[in-house]
């Protein structure tokens, strides 16, 4: 039950085969809610309730037959289950909509990129170590009481919390250094820290200024080894009448809501324009799932011709 539960929420990524728009409204959502994340774990409880009253039970010399298996109890686990997924993807930097269906608002801590090999390497460690040490205690004390393992589960996620808590620390650290400097003589107005996934002291700066987003690796560790002037430099766009239309259409309103960092380009395609909104959240050259983007086709007297969501990997982002 508490692995089921636990790999459930993200039966919503089959939305990605429903396209870039299904899946930016879908994906973390409605199974990563507070909402959702109860109804899915009543569901799975009540199926594995039904199933166990299905199963033939067996009945040996030593041992009665189970007693059937009770709701709330089956509840419990499988809400356990389901909250730890949401956790550890609130951890992460593309967060969920925790209030869905109620407000569309996307949380998220920035404590750690999707896959975290430090994560999965602590929890891999203390499902083995404990094997590891059942064998050798077998041979020292064989016959006496078996250890259940539970001290060994309750340390690994006492050590989980504790790495999670240390990255929160270093993430406050990577924005103050990014607000503390200028980036080409442009004063920070605003900044925003990414986790890298190799080492939790690399992390990935976008700074906001005036009339720049600059782009900024952040050696957390060597401080002083930080060139806030390496920075990469994203001009926003100057006001235009096919910008201002885009901005009021429907597909910009809804990627605005998902967008942390927006960023739009405007471009001539013809005679006609192009303007497209990214989140500068992801990197140019992301091609995970949610690096999502909206274009937006305006003709010559800036009426709206077609929008599209598409996904930054997809052929036909360029």
């Known amino acids: 039950m508490l692995v089921t539960a636990g790999l459930a929420p993200d039966l919503d990524y089959a939305s990605y085969f429903g396209g870039a728009s299904a ?3 879908l994906h973390r959502s409605a199974m990563h809610s507070l909402t959702g994340a109860a109804a899915t774990a009543c569901a799975i409880a009540y199926a594995f309730c039904v199933l166990d009253r299905k199963l033939p039970r067996q009945k040996t010399a030593q041992v009665n037959s189970p007693a059937p298996l ?6 419990a686990v499988c809400l356990i289950g389901v909250a730890s997924h949401v956790l550890l993807d609130l951890a992460s930097g593309v967060g969920v909509q925790l209030l869905w269906p109620f407000r569309a608002h996307w949380s998220g801590w920035d404590l750690a990129a999707n896959f975290d090999p430090w994560i999965l390497g602590l929890l891999v460690a203390g499902l083995l170590l404990p094997l590891l040490f059942k064998l050798v205690n077998e041979e020292v004390t064989s ?9 060994a ?7 989980v919390a504790a790495y999670l808590g240390a990255r929160l620390h ?4 990577a924005v103050d250094l990014l607000l503390s400097r200028e980036y080409h003589g442009r004063v920070a107005l605003s900044g925003e820290a990414f986790p890298e996934p190799s080492t939790p002291f690399a992390w990935r700066g976008v700074v906001e200024t005036d009339n720049t987003l600059e782009e900024v690796e952040v050696p957390l560790g060597r401080s002083d080894e930080f060139d806030s ?3 990469v430099t994203h001009y926003k766009p100057e006001e235009s009448p096919a910008l201002e239309a885009a901005e009021k259409s429907a597909a910009a309103a809804r990627f605005l809501e998902y967008a942390r960092i927006p960023i739009a ?8 324009y192009r303007v497209e909104v990214h989140d500068a959240r992801f990197p140019s050259d992301d091609d995970e799932p949610a690096n999502v983007f909206v274009r937006i086709d305006l003709d ?7 929008e599209a969501f598409l996904f930054a990997s997809s052929p036909n982002a360029q």
Do not use: W, Y
């Open 143 to 151: 016959g006496q009481k078996k250890r259940t393992g539970m001290g």
């Open 300 to 306: 010559s007297n800036c009426q709206i011709r077609r």
């Open 153 to 159: 589960a309750v340390f690994t996620l006492i050590l």
């Open 23 to 25: 899946f930016m409204r």
């Open 265 to 272: 380009s405007v471009r001539r395609v013809e005679a006609d």
């Open 70 to 75: 009770r709701f709330l109890p089956a509840f």
């Open 170 to 173: 270093l993430h406050s650290q």
């Open 229 to 231: 002037n390496s920075s």
